[in-house]
């Protein structure tokens, strides 16, 4: 569980570290200045008396070095055994493995790219997450109140704790790196914040944000959200259809379920390399070898064009909106982006 660790936690882990080296380094120090002894033998008598072994003296000791053991073991002793406490005491709460597990998940984030940033982690988040993951595609998720998120979700994603409307927070997570940001907070003004962080530190960031009262859509686009989504509105629309137009939606559904190994409907890109490029639908093979319908086509100029006709031409940039087989996606999906089967 790769939890946030305090700024306290840290200094107090480091200073009760200090503390005992420090106690070390002076009872060795003060043996070799007071009674003229090696560092071998001053740092042995030390070690013995601040553990309260009790063992024999290395040297008969002087009056000056009587009062100087006396010293360091009424102050010394009490010292260590306080920075022990603390130290073991952060061990056995698991605040060290935090902090190395803390090491370990930035140096992660270092190597993401490309990435999207989830910020909210509640049942919006969790699906959303579980999608992104199923794809896969790489992302990490920013959630400020982590005590429902189980031992299993810390193991599975990335997360960061923190708020997500602050820049650190959002740098912290790879923004300069990111290809996009879903806000699914619990409140529109919470994602507003979000968005407008989002949007100043990466004006090219496509952002999708989570719209929940009437007006915010306006708002969060207005603040610089690509996409604003309702799930209030698209759930009572999906509903209507499904009484209205029942075998439309059930068609839709069986097209867009994840879980569905017969037919998917999916989205791939035409990649500088690929050998689609230039060609028209008829020339390209993807009906005839591949069995794909293509349901539409959005060109690299953001115009989107339903049911082409076979003789559109498909350039590099545009976007395919596919309908078939998994495995025929897949082929797709490799000669589009000039994959070994182009």
């Known amino acids: 569980m790769f939890k946030k660790i305090t700024t306290d936690t840290a200094h107090l882990l480091w200073f009760s570290l200090a503390i005992m080296v420090g106690v070390v380094m002076s009872g060795t120090g003060g043996y070799m200045y007071l009674e003229g002894w090696s560092f071998l033998d001053s740092l042995y008598m030390t070690t013995i008396t601040l553990s309260t072994i009790g063992f024999k003296e290395v040297h ?27 130290a073991t005491k952060l061990m056995l709460e698991g605040e060290l493995q935090s902090i190395f597990g803390r090491k370990k998940l930035e140096q ?34 920013i959630e400020k109140d982590t005590k429902n998120i189980s031992a299993e979700d810390w193991e599975r994603y990335l997360i960061i704790q923190g708020d997500a409307d602050r820049d650190e927070t959002l740098m912290e997570a790879g923004i300069a790196r990111a290809k996009g940001l879903i806000t699914v907070v619990s409140t529109d003004a919470d994602n507003l914040y979000i968005v407008l962080t989002a949007r100043g530190l990466s004006p090219g960031l496509y952002i999708v944000a989570r719209a929940g009262e009437d007006g915010s859509e306006q708002k969060l686009r207005r603040a610089g959200a690509s996409k604003v989504i309702s799930p209030y509105l698209i759930g009572a629309d999906r509903m209507a259809q499904a009484v ?8 839709i559904e069986f097209a867009t379920q994840a879980e569905n190994l017969e037919l998917k409907m999916e989205e791939v890109t035409i990649g500088k390399g690929s050998s689609l ?15 794909i319908i293509i349901v539409a086509i959005k060109h690299s100029g953001g115009k989107m064009e339903f049911n082409p006709s076979p003789s559109a031409v498909l350039n590099r940039g545009d976007c395919l909106i596919a309908l078939g087989q998994p495995s025929q996606l897949k082929m797709l999906e490799e000669i589009t982006a000039g994959g070994p089967e182009s």
């Open 244 to 251: 209205l137009r029942p075998n439309v939606m059930d068609f």
């Open 60 to 86: 008969d000791l002087g009056p000056r070095g009587q009062m100087f053991t006396i010293a360091l073991i009424f102050f010394g002793v009490g010292t260590l055994a306080f920075a022990i406490r603390n």
């Open 108 to 141: 992660k984030i270092k190597h993401l790219k490309d990435h999207y940033i989830v910020c909210g982690f509640g049942r919006m988040g969790r699906l959303i997450c579980r999608e992104l993951a199923r794809k896969p595609v790489p992302f990490i998720v």
């Open 277 to 291: 490029a230039g060609l028209a639908i008829s020339q390209s093979g993807i009906r005839q070898e591949l069995g």
